[in-house]
């Protein structure tokens, strides 16, 4: 049996679903670069007369790039899913032979993509985003963490700095993914109830906790520690 033949009109352009993802209701004054004819959103992905790619504008946050719930609690399979589909989109391979313009465009939607993603995949820099977003920037300033808290991360940094097998780093490990987990619940239901300044004390503390993930992740890999 034959291999099925792909359907380039099909593949050649972006469904209507990526289109509802990235584009605006309303009009605009703006001129398509490739046909000349006005283009019918504030921020299109695409030329309604010609198909053909835009300008990334600014204004669109990474959650409406990813088609995504603007919420802490993201699905992280249909994140997953949402980047993926995207990504094959704007791969660089798939315009390799347009012309230089669009393959540049192309290019500057790919890369903001990525950085969505990046962004998005990672519960504390979601976090940070998120209150960024709702004007509640998260800044040294407006972060009081309690000495005793302190006290507490410096502990944990003592164990690790004299841990030296897979048992100890392992309890450690475990600990702080609990601590990381409960953290995490807790700024779910803070930006649930719009409870931004709770939310911003909680990624503070959050990322404490994610700096420890990453030293134990560092001191496993220099003791050639797996996980099977």
Not at 37 to 64: I, M, T, W
Request: hydrophobic residues 35%; proline residues 3%; charged residues 30%.
């Amino acid at each position: 049996m034959g291999r099925k033949r792909k359907n380039p009109e099909r593949e050649g352009r972006f469904g209507l679903q990526f289109l509802k993802r990235f584009e605006h209701s309303y009009c605009t004054h703006i001129n398509c670069w490739s046909c000349g004819r006005p283009l019918q959103a504030r921020n299109p992905v695409f030329c309604n007369s010609c198909k053909v790619v835009q300008h990334p504008k600014n204004g669109r946050d990474y959650f409406e790039i990813l088609n995504m719930q603007k919420i802490f609690g993201i699905d992280a399979k249909e994140l997953q899913k949402n980047f993926k589909e995207l990504q094959k989109q704007f791969h660089p391979d798939k315009h390799a032979r347009s012309e230089k313009m669009l393959q540049e465009i192309s290019a500057e939607y790919s890369s903001l993509v990525n950085q969505a993603f990046k962004t998005l995949n990672s519960p504390l820099d979601r976090g940070i985003y998120l209150l960024e977003l709702a004007g509640y920037p998260f800044t040294e300033e407006e972060i009081h963490i309690e000495q005793d808290f302190l006290m507490k991360i410096m502990e944990i940094n003592e164990e690790l700095a004299d841990a030296s097998d897979k048992e100890s780093l392992l309890r450690i490990g475990d600990q702080n993914r609990r601590i990381m987990n409960g953290l995490l619940e807790e700024i779910n239901d803070a930006f649930d109830r719009k409870d931004y300044a709770r939310a911003r004390q909680a990624v503070g503390k959050l990322k404490f906790y994610a700096n420890v993930a990453e030293k134990v992740k560092s001191i496993e890999g220099d003791l050639g520690i797996t996980h099977d």
